[in-house]
């Protein structure tokens, strides 16, 4: 029988709050903490998320609600509305954990406890191998982590699912399975099924190996850690990091400098980020472009502005941007230039060009202190601030406002409100259809 005490050590008076989704790990740790509850005078708050994908999430929030009732527990839920675009495990993750913290605060609680086992650990760091990582990310998850206020614990990490289903029938548990968890088209669900049991056949005690393989890199992790921390006195500067500085750094230090920065975006154990992320924003430091960024997971923005690079989370605090443009870019106002075969419009959303007469590639930027364009119909330059002004652009709008202009650095459209001199009529010659949405 699993003896929760001889995984972590409680103290009289503890405030938990218990992840449970109903599953046979949170059913199993949820029942373990119960029964140690009166020795340790221990304050249970179930934690249950009804992520509102299967028709038994209904019922399984009921049931959840009803069996706190019984055993006299405090218990809080949520139900997921809807879902956007990003992928949905993370953003399931992100929504739950969020109402975690949460309830962590409420109740003044210093542990959150969730059922991650062995078989979790050796999923998730074949997952980052695969993926690409560093030696944080390779080494899975923790069984402790400091979050400051309060730690995270998995105290069911030295244990299998096997063994916590065998917990479940020993102590005639009942539980909820997730049908989900059956469909190949989760990645994780494909080393569940696949791997995992070639392993398990290899041998049995395998998932010790891992935790064991875990504990290692985390602890040479620790090391590198210090020569980071160093090297963070060198480069960082009001949290951004001088540029110059930075590629004076050996080439590993600057992709551990890197992670660090983005742990703050992704913390614990997500698995968003992989070592392309890293490639891309080091390509956006080595670049010979001043001002420009790159979209990462999670509305998550990597800005470089000359000498400095700086990570924010809503695309909303980037106040410049200077995109290459090829076909089609998606741009911070949440509108769309695109290159089109065919047009029948002829108004400011449209503009038609001839590359002979403008030097590629374009540029999709932000405007500047001083910007001029020749309007189309007009003699002379007007300055953008002036049409900005005459177009009833409210300020803010015109810091996000799209300028477009060529290689040159001529101003070829100011897409949905003027055309330039560039622009040409339908009867005229012209190889290039662009459209602003």
């Given at each position: 029988m699993i003896c929760i005490e001889d995984s972590f050590s409680f103290k009289t008076h503890d405030?938990?709050?218990?992840?449970?989704?109903?599953?046979?790990?949170?059913?199993?740790?949820?029942?373990?903490?119960?029964?140690?509850?009166?020795?340790?005078?221990?304050?249970?708050?179930?934690?249950?998320?009804?992520?509102n994908v299967r028709p038994d999430s209904y019922q399984e929030a009921v049931y959840m609600g009803q069996y706190c009732e019984r055993n006299q527990l405090v218990?809080?839920?949520?139900?997921?509305?809807?879902?956007?675009?990003?992928?949905?495990?993370?953003e399931a993750r992100n929504i739950r954990y969020h109402f975690f913290e949460t309830l962590v605060q409420k109740y003044d609680a210093n542990y959150l406890m969730t059922a991650h086992h062995g078989d979790d650990l050796i999923e998730t760091i074949l997952m980052r191998i695969v993926r690409g990582s560093n030696l944080s990310g390779y080494s899975g998850f923790k069984k402790i982590v400091n979050m400051g206020t309060y730690q995270i614990v998995r105290p069911l990490i030295g244990y299998t699912k096997k063994e916590l289903e065998e917990y479940d029938r020993e102590r005639n548990i009942f539980y909820f399975v997730d049908s989900s968890n059956d469909k190949d088209k989760y990645t994780r669900n494909r080393y569940r099924k696949y791997v995992l049991p070639f392993l398990k056949e290899e041998d049995s005690h395998v998932h010790h190996k891992f935790l064991r393989f875990s504990e290692t890199l985390s602890e040479a992790n620790r090391f590198i850690e210090q020569a980071r921390?160093?090297?963070?006195?060198?480069?960082?500067?009001a949290d951004a990091?001088?540029?110059?500085?930075?590629?004076?750094?050996?080439?590993?230090?600057?992709?551990?400098?890197?992670?660090?920065?983005?742990?703050?975006?992704?913390?614990?154990?997500?698995?968003?980020?992989?070592?392309?992320?890293?490639?891309?924003?080091?390509?956006?430091?080595?670049?010979?472009?001043?001002?420009?960024?790159?979209?990462?997971?999670?509305?998550?923005?990597?800005?470089?502005?000359?000498?400095?690079?700086?990570?924010?989370?809503?695309?909303?605090?980037?106040?410049?941007?200077?995109?290459?443009?090829?076909?089609?870019?998606?741009?911070?106002?949440d509108h769309v230039i695109e290159k089109v075969d065919d047009s029948l419009g002829n108004s400011n959303f449209i503009c038609r060009l001839d590359s002979s007469e403008i030097f590629l590639p374009l540029i999709?930027?932000?405007?500047?202190?001083?910007?001029?364009?020749?309007?189309?119909?007009?003699?002379?330059?007007?300055?953008?601030?002036?049409?900005?002004?005459?177009?009833?652009?409210?300020?803010?709008?015109?810091?996000?406002?799209?300028?477009?202009?060529?290689?040159?650095?001529?101003?070829?459209?100011?897409?949905?409100?003027?055309?330039?001199?560039?622009?040409?009529?339908?009867?005229?010659?012209?190889?290039?259809?662009?459209?602003?949405?």
């Open positions: 405030i938990i709050v218990v992840g449970c989704s109903t599953g046979p790990d949170s059913m199993a740790l949820l029942d373990m903490l119960l029964s140690i509850r009166k020795k340790y005078q221990l304050s249970l708050i179930v934690a249950h998320v009804n992520h218990f809080e839920t949520m139900t997921i509305d809807e879902y956007g675009d990003d992928n949905f495990h993370n921390n160093d090297a963070l006195l060198r480069v960082v500067l990091i001088m540029i110059d500085q930075f590629k004076k750094e050996d080439p590993f230090l600057q992709r551990e400098i890197l992670y660090y920065f983005l742990s703050e975006f992704y913390p614990d154990d997500l698995i968003l980020l992989n070592h392309k992320h890293i490639d891309l924003i080091l390509n956006l430091i080595y670049s010979k472009k001043a001002n420009s960024f790159i979209n990462l997971p999670n509305d998550v923005i990597a800005n470089k502005s000359y000498n400095m690079l700086e990570l924010k989370r809503d695309i909303e605090q980037i106040t410049s941007y200077e995109i290459e443009f090829d076909h089609y870019a998606v741009l911070p106002n999709i930027r932000t405007r500047r202190i001083g910007d001029r364009m020749m309007v189309k119909g007009l003699s002379g330059s007007r300055k953008i601030k002036d049409i900005f002004i005459d177009c009833k652009i409210e300020k803010d709008d015109r810091e996000m406002w799209p300028v477009v202009v060529d290689s040159k650095g001529q101003i070829i459209w100011l897409p949905g409100l003027k055309k330039s001199k560039f622009d040409k009529k339908k009867s005229e010659n012209y190889d290039i259809i662009l459209k602003y949405s």
